[in-house]
């Protein structure tokens, strides 16, 4: 495992993707991850992160250990809580009620473990009117703003392709552990950290919220074209699609040249980058007339020799067989049991002595009820008990 995080302890209450995202982080950079599971006996239901099996599953869990644990029972909150005395950092994602009716809140688990780092993600917030709702994805991409400046204007709304609410939940949670973490070195004391995946995706819209909040601009949907800057947007050549990012005066002059549309250059309609924001929709026209020449990969050549942003438009497979991302060995390999050699995607950045790695598959449920409990001080006698009561 890297050693980044060698020492420090997470327990996992998590679920779905938001809460898995932000343990993934510790997960891969050497923490001792512990996955809490409710026993197959008491709960033989599918997670709800999907097939323990399948791609989400095993791209979400890796690098963690599982144990199976009946929190309604008394023994089962007693081993709980033996794991909370010396952890560093809880990670869950219940409703703000569900963990005081296990009695698994921060101010029961703080009298246990002051230095413990309480973490929560949630649809909407720990309090206030909506904080008991259920909160998904898209959910928050609708009232976060970001599915109306998604899209083409006129088409409706449009979520985004992935889900950007919950990552963005998860990172962000991620990131207030390890502030957490590092004030704690000074403090000694630990403390609560809470996302939620509505203020995150807020967060997430930065200069189209600013636009409002400063300018009083609401931003409408512009398809492929950036909403305050032009050229930069999806362009047609020859045999399919490119981006092209060209701002300032600069880099306009360099890209009317390589397009040999020099005659624009003293067009008072492209004369700045407000005029040419302006009047979009004729200078795409240019454009693309321009570009139907040649193909994507004589397009980019040509652009990129002139050091105009540009790209091609690929999909997944695509993406995965281009030569930089090749280079950059962001796709690792782990071994299952049961699914054999599995590829999948690291982190996305780079510590030069502590490296992220990818280690262990995602656990099986339960798979380290006896090593975990050895380690607290369970005999084999007990661990059979244990199983048997169905508290693991």
Request: aromatic fraction near 6%; hydrophobic fraction near 35%.
């Amino acid at each position: 495992m890297s050693e980044a995080l060698q020492g420090i302890k997470l327990i996992d209450l998590t679920r779905v993707r938001s809460g898995p995202s932000a343990v993934r982080q510790f997960a891969d950079w050497g923490a001792d991850v512990i996955k809490v599971e409710t026993p197959q006996a008491i709960d033989g239901s599918e997670d709800l992160g999907g097939h323990r099996l399948g791609s989400d599953f095993q791209n979400l869990h890796r690098n963690k250990r599982s144990i199976t644990l009946n929190l309604k029972t008394k023994d089962g909150l007693n081993i709980f809580k033996k794991l909370i005395k010396n952890a560093d950092i809880l990670v869950e994602n219940y409703r703000p009620n569900v963990k005081k009716r296990l009695g698994i809140d921060y101010e029961n688990l703080k009298s246990i473990n002051p230095r413990l780092i309480y973490a929560s993600i949630s649809g909407f917030g720990q309090n206030g009117p909506y904080s008991d709702l259920p909160g998904f994805d898209q959910i928050a991409q609708g009232m976060g703003g970001l599915m109306s400046v998604t899209g083409h204007e006129g088409k409706g709304p449009l979520r985004v392709g992935i889900p950007v609410a919950d990552l963005s939940a998860g990172l962000h949670c991620a990131l207030g552990i390890l502030t957490a973490l590092f004030e704690r070195q000074k403090s000694g004391c630990g403390q609560i950290v809470s996302a939620s995946l509505l203020e995150s995706q807020i967060a997430m819209l930065d200069f189209q919220a600013t636009r409002y909040l400063i300018s009083n601009e609401i931003a409408g949907q512009t398809g492929n074209d950036h909403p305050t800057m032009t050229p930069m947007g999806t362009y047609q050549t020859a045999n399919g699609y490119i981006n092209i990012a060209s701002i300032g005066e600069a880099m306009w002059r360099r890209l009317c040249n390589t397009l040999d549309i020099r005659e624009y250059l003293d067009d008072k309609d492209f004369e700045d980058d407000s005029a040419r924001t302006k009047n979009r929709s004729k200078l795409t026209s240019v454009i693309n007339k321009a570009l139907s020449k040649y193909n994507n990969e004589e397009w980019i050549k040509k652009l990129n020799k002139a050091s105009i942003p540009c790209g091609p438009i690929n999909n997944i497979e695509e993406v995965f067989n281009d030569p930089q991302v090749k280079y950059s060995n962001i796709v690792e390999s782990v071994n299952h049991p049961k699914l054999g050699k599995i590829k999948l995607v690291g982190q996305a950045v780079k510590l030069s002595r502590t490296p992220s790695k990818l280690k262990k598959a995602a656990p099986e449920k339960g798979e380290h009820n006896k090593e975990i409990l050895t380690e607290l001080g369970y005999n084999d006698k007990e661990i059979k008990n244990l199983k048997i009561g169905n508290i693991i």
